[in-house]
């Protein structure tokens, strides 16, 4: 978007890359969202013990707009999911979006109508993170590792390449309904 779409290509486009990587990893700010039990851990890391200021992110902030990260931390109600949506839908571009514990990522224990399947089927996720709940030290790992995906994120005309080579996958991929699993 914007002057993203605009970048040459070739090495001055890798280089602004690699400086647009480093400082998105390096300033992401989660908005302050907690949903159930996870959130217990999730405020643990922000505290002194585990001490998420050491990668520029203690900072919850309390309005979306000023937030580029997204942690779920905990079960989605169907209550709940219209209100998430919204909440990411208000944040900054470009943002990023961690599912944290088996009930955010896929229901988890909560297999009924109440609790959605899987928060992907509201927001698109970037890392999903096993656990009930997931330690703090598992938290900080996931971080880090989608600092990892930040860093490398393409920008321009790679960018555009990385959507289009991510959408042919998913076409090609097996729909989940034809995937067999335990409860087939
Ligand atoms: S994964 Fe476990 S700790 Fe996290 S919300 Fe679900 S039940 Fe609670």
């Not at 647009?20 to 039990?37: D, H, I, N, V």
């Not at 961690?98 to 988890?108: D, E, K, P, Q, Y």
């Not at 030290?137 to 393409?154: F, G, R, V, Y």
């Amino acid at each position: 978007m914007g002057i993203e779409e605009k970048l040459p290509s070739g090495f001055m486009l890798t280089s602004v890359e690699h400086l647009a990587g480093y400082m998105r990893k390096s300033s992401l700010w989660p908005a302050t969202f907690g949903l159930a039990c996870c959130a217990i851990e999730m405020m643990t890391t922000g505290a002194p013990r585990y001490d998420l200021a050491r990668f520029g992110m203690e900072v919850f902030r309390a309005s979306p707009r000023q937030a580029d990260l997204m942690i779920v931390a905990g079960r989605v109600s169907q209550k709940m999911a219209p209100v998430v949506r919204q909440v990411y839908d208000q944040m900054v571009e470009p943002k990023w979006v961690l599912s944290m514990g088996v009930c955010a990522s896929s229901g988890g224990m909560f297999n009924n109508y109440a609790i959605v399947q899987g928060v992907d089927h509201i927001i698109p996720v970037d890392i999903y993170l096993p656990g009930c709940p997931p330690r703090p030290e598992m938290l900080i790992n996931a971080i880090l590792e989608l600092h990892k995906q930040i860093q490398s994120m393409p920008l321009g005309v790679n960018r555009v390449a990385a959507v289009k080579a991510a959408e042919a996958a998913a076409l090609a991929a097996t729909p989940t309904s034809q995937m067999k699993g335990l409860l087939r």
